[in-house]
């Protein structure tokens, strides 16, 4: 029976699981999720978690598990596994393909202002006059905000954060999808001034930059990088379906 393996922890990853497990009988479908979530959302199938130990750990694991065909349905920022993918999927001779959700597109009345990292990102700040800043970037890469000792930083993620990360710090725990009336309420009640995303795309927590506009606030947006050379990249579900069906027969 193919094999299918996604590399998920996004909703894409779930959707994605979803529309190929009932092809069981047809398809064998494995999704593995790296772990730093405590609780997550569980796909359909069989589901693995933790990392593979590297692009080599994770070329064993494909040939040992006689995968014929893998997926990177992880989040547009996980450079790290998305390289190991490649170089795996290469080693192991088994086809790889990337799903990556649309990239954000800035409407009329948007002030967004793009940046290639989060370092940059905390650069910009000062000269945005932010005072009270929604940074949600989740928990990872805080330390580049550790030194704006001035700044009060909300801080949105799904666990709480662990240092290094800037003195004046209010975590917010929540997990998304989230609404445009919560959001609003969020930059109200928090009288945030500025938000700092990265451009993660997607539905679930776009509302966000719909508050941003209506209140006038500045957006500072991380550029997403690009996925690895001589990957092909799809933007739905229903395509990367398509292809896992058409490489499996």
Avoid: Q
Avoid at 51 to 61: I, T
């Amino acid at each position: 029976m193919p094999h299918v393996l996604i590399l998920g922890g996004t909703s894409e990853g779930r959707a994605l699981a979803e529309a190929l497990v009932p092809y069981g009988l047809r398809l064998a479908v494995t999704s593995s999720l790296a772990g730093r979530v405590a609780r997550p959302v569980l796909p359909p199938g069989e589901v693995r978690v933790g990392g593979f130990g590297g692009a080599g750990g994770l070329g064993r694991w494909l040939h040992e598990h006689r995968v014929d065909a893998l997926i990177d349905a992880t989040h547009p920022f996980a450079e790290t596994i998305s390289r190991n993918a490649a170089l795996a999927a290469a080693s192991a001779h088994v086809p790889l393909l990337a799903l990556r959700r649309p990239s954000w597109v800035p409407g009329a009345g948007d002030r967004w202002h793009r940046v290639g990292s989060l370092a940059e990102a905390a650069d910009a700040l000062p000269a945005l006059g932010a005072r009270r800043v929604f940074l949600t970037t989740g928990r990872m890469g805080l330390a580049a905000f550790a030194h704006l000792d001035r700044t009060w930083f909300l801080v949105r993620s799904v666990d709480a954060p662990e240092p290094p990360f800037p003195a004046r710090t209010h975590p917010l725990l929540d997990r998304g999808p989230f609404t445009l009336d919560g959001e609003r309420e969020v930059l109200r009640h928090h009288r945030i001034d500025t938000v700092v995303t990265k451009d993660s795309g997607g539905a679930a927590t776009a509302p966000k930059l719909t508050a941003a506009r209506e209140a006038g606030l500045p957006v500072v947006v991380v550029r997403r990088p690009a996925a690895p050379e001589g990957v092909p990249v799809v933007e739905t579900v229903t395509d990367a379906v398509g292809w896992a069906r058409r490489v499996c027969g």
